[in-house]
């Protein structure tokens, strides 16, 4: 039996959205263009008895408001929304649908999946024309009502400099789901990363950011569900200010807030994966939760020719209205929530060019974007396109403003072409190395605005790249029809799993060359979590809807995993000790401040300098970069010139030995070889002469330091 409706509200205000408490009682607001009438739904705390129905009598330009005087913190809510329902012609209004608040602080509960759910009679032979009368409370989550006052103490940002970042990507419910020394109750959870255990490892590994896979609350989509599968990414947005619950070890709010400030003590940064450019509703045909029923054609880009149907750029069934101005506020107002509110650094956008479409084209300097530049919060914190969706068009890479990062796939691809041992890359591959100048120095950005990356959450971890020539996807249960077939990987001679000595050795080093090659680019390089282990999903290259052990990160010490986690700890001592590895600017590949050496020099193994007919040149697969460290041409906080080191980096992705031969002049002194990929046991205080060919093995890098003669 419904509620009844009552007039029990006080006029309250239009501003803040959501549910906001006073101390005194709760003021709600929610905007909707086209509506008629909206109720605001109440529940007891067991949130199975919808308690009463509050009519929003108020509206202010567009925004339908009111005021719940002694209401507190706890209390659990919903919307039902009036007005036409007419797909034809974009609206798609419900009342019997109880609807999310956009604004809700606190989403609670799992969705149940059931055909009441969706605004449509499901199996219709209308389909989405048809109206469907049940009550789909008893199956959708609610929302809560927060107190918002935390402890947050002295609490800081770390403010890393964009030159000595170095993301780690990560998801908070696998990261320490097997974690032998996080306490059971905690692991998978907000709680369980601000563990000292996993503090301690971030430490001892040297990462300054950790980029946090979606945490907005997200659902897990309905043919998952029915498969015994789950969304493990959470690239299923419903909720754009509410943290996931399934993280929450306490089920509040605090427990996000203290993993930020416990990270933050650590020096830490934390970034969030947000996904803005579309929601968990899907297309026509998917369910009436939240944004579909309280304004369809004010929230969703809908089709010019027929509103009945969406504009889908991000390949999920539907695409964000930006060029409305409250989503456009809507989006600004939960970035906003998450720096001043919850304390984070940064954001990663998920398939940010479909935010830049203006009407069909990706425009860069769109709304969006001017928005977020001017913005006194927003325009401090770090800022992470994935620059491309599916739409045409929709691949941008090198084309973001200035004051933006982007993930450089283009930097993933050539590493793994060059390592997998193909011709004719040598060029990109240089390019790629010292900062992808031909992406970024056009329109004066930094070599920062290059996020690096081997691999990422979406495809092989790096223990797969070097183990499987093909996805092996059936777990997904489609047939090993979904994820990509172009993954640039080469399993080394065997497909999968094998007892091969020589195969296995060879993979240790192809993992040992991609770490090296990572942290030694300029640029800023993202680990994904566990590849410094060998972490592996057994050739899922899609694991989206593994949320199981296929995707849980293995902390099982074993002695290879114990050997490369080492490697890479020292490969990142190297990188946060020296910034010549870490330069503000690009190479301008001349001498600098009165040094007669330039600041990089190309060499082919002979030992000559490479010219235009070497880079081109098919065969070749190794090649040698002399860095400066006398002409970094930077200056520290005092204004004091940076001088470093010099270092050689000699590369060798043929499967034969190299003769690499040093240019006589090129270095004044001896060496000292530091980085020798082909061994597990690693040089130590190992003289280099320059005066003699070094023999690179077969797939393999070497790293020589200079140490600079301090000036007298």
């Known amino acids: 039996m419904a509620a009844t409706v009552i007039d029990a509200l006080w006029p309250g205000k239009p501003y803040p959205r959501g549910a906001t408490w006073d101390g005194m009682g709760v003021n709600f607001a929610l905007f909707s263009e086209s509506a008629e009438r909206v109720e605001l739904c109440l529940f007891d705390a067991s949130g199975r008895n919808e308690i009463a129905r509050l009519a929003l009598r108020e509206q202010t330009d567009q925004v339908f408001h009111g005021y719940l005087p002694q209401a507190r913190p706890g209390l659990l809510y919903g919307y039902r929304v009036y007005g036409p329902y007419r797909p034809q012609d974009g ?30 009679r499901v199996g219709s032979a209308q389909a989405d024309l048809s109206f469907d009368r049940r009550d789909s409370a008893p199956y959708l989550p609610r ?8 402890t947050w103490g002295d609490d800081r940002p770390p403010n890393v400099p964009w030159h000595e970042t170095v993301i780690y990507e990560l998801h ?49 989509d309905r043919h998952l569900v029915e498969r015994g599968l789950r969304n493990h990414w959470g690239y299923n947005t419903i909720g754009y200010f509410a943290p996931e619950h399934r993280y929450s070890a306490s089920g509040k709010i605090g427990e996000f807030k203290t993993m930020v400030r416990t990270l933050h003590e650590a020096g830490i940064e934390v970034i969030l994966d947000v996904v803005y450019n579309h929601t968990a509703e899907g297309n026509e045909l998917g369910p009436t939760l939240a944004f579909r029923g309280i304004d369809n054609a004010s929230y969703y ?10 504009q889908d750029f991000t390949g999920c069934g539907n695409t964000l209205n930006m060029q409305h101005p409250r989503v456009l506020q809507l ?14 650094d940064g954001f990663r956008f998920d398939l940010a060019s479909a935010l830049a479409r203006e009407l069909h084209a990706v425009d860069r300097l769109s709304a969006f974007f001017d928005i977020l530049r001017q913005d006194p919060v927003l325009s401090r914190v770090k800022l992470i396109a994935e620059p491309w969706d599916l739409g045409s068009g929709g691949y941008q890479v090198g084309n973001f403003p200035v004051g933006w990062a982007e993930w450089n796939d283009k930097y993933r691809d050539t590493m793994r072409a060059y390592w997998k041992g193909e011709g004719g890359v040598i060029g990109e591959f240089a390019q790629r190395l010292t900062g992808s100048s031909d992406l970024y120095n056009r329109s004066s950005r930094k070599p920062y605005a290059s996020i690096n990356f081997i691999a990422a959450h979406d495809g092989f971890p790096l223990a797969d790249v070097v183990s499987y ?35 296995l050795a060879l993979r240790a080093r192809q993992q040992r060359n991609f770490i090296t090659t990572l942290l030694l680019s300029q640029g800023v390089p993202m680990l994904l979590a566990g590849d410094e282990m060998g972490r592996t999903q057994r050739g899922n290259n899609n694991a989206y809807c593994q949320d199981n052990d296929i995707s849980w990160l293995d902390w099982t010490a074993s002695d290879d995993r114990r050997s490369l986690l080492a490697f890479t700890q020292r490969v990142m001592a190297l990188r946060a000790a020296h910034p010549v590895f870490r330069r503000r600017d690009f190479f301008q590949g001349r001498p600098l401040h009165g040094s007669t050496v330039r600041d990089i020099v ?26 400066s460290g006398d002409a970094l041409n930077e200056v520290d906080g005092r204004g004091r010139a940076v001088r470093d080191d010099s270092f050689l980096v000699m590369f060798n992705a043929d499967a034969n030995e190299v003769r690499f031969v040093v240019p006589a002049g090129l270095v004044p002194l001896a060496g000292e070889l530091l980085i020798d990929t082909s061994t597990d046991a690693q040089p130590a205080d190992t003289p280099f002469d320059p005066t003699q060919p070094y ?10 330091r200079f140490k600079r003669t301090p000036a007298p």
């Open 143 to 150: 929302c809560k009502v927060i107190e918002t006052a935390f």
């Open 602 to 627: 190309w060499l082919q193994p002979h030992g000559t300098e490479m010219g235009e007919q070497e880079w081109g040149q098919d065969h070749a697969r190794a090649l040698a970069v002399f860095l």
């Open 172 to 220: 908070v419910g696998g990261f320490t789901r097997l974690h032998p020394d996080v306490p059971p109750a905690l692991r998978g959870t907000y709680a369980g990363l601000a563990c000292a255990p996993v503090i301690d490892h971030f430490k001892r590994l040297g990462v300054t950011t950790v980029e946090l896979m979606p945490v907005h609350s997200f659902l897990d």
């Open 331 to 344: 989006l600004m107002d939960s970035l906003r929530y998450w720096v001043t509110e919850m304390h984070v």
């Open 91 to 120: 609206h798609r209004f419900n009342g019997n649908k109880l609807l999310l608040d956009p604004y809700a602080r606190n989403i609670v509960g799992a969705i149940r999946w059931h055909d009441a759910l969706f605004g449509y």
């Open 469 to 503: 020539n093909d996805k092996h996807n059936e777990a997904n249960g489609e047939e090993n029809r979904d994820g990509h077939s172009h993954n640039l990987s080469w399993n080394c001679g065997v497909e999968g799993p094998t007892d091969d000595p020589g195969v």
């Open 695 to 704: 023999v690179l093995a077969a797939r393999s890098l070497a790293l020589v």
């Open 301 to 310: 880009r809908l089709a010019q020719d027929s509103p009945r149907h969406y």
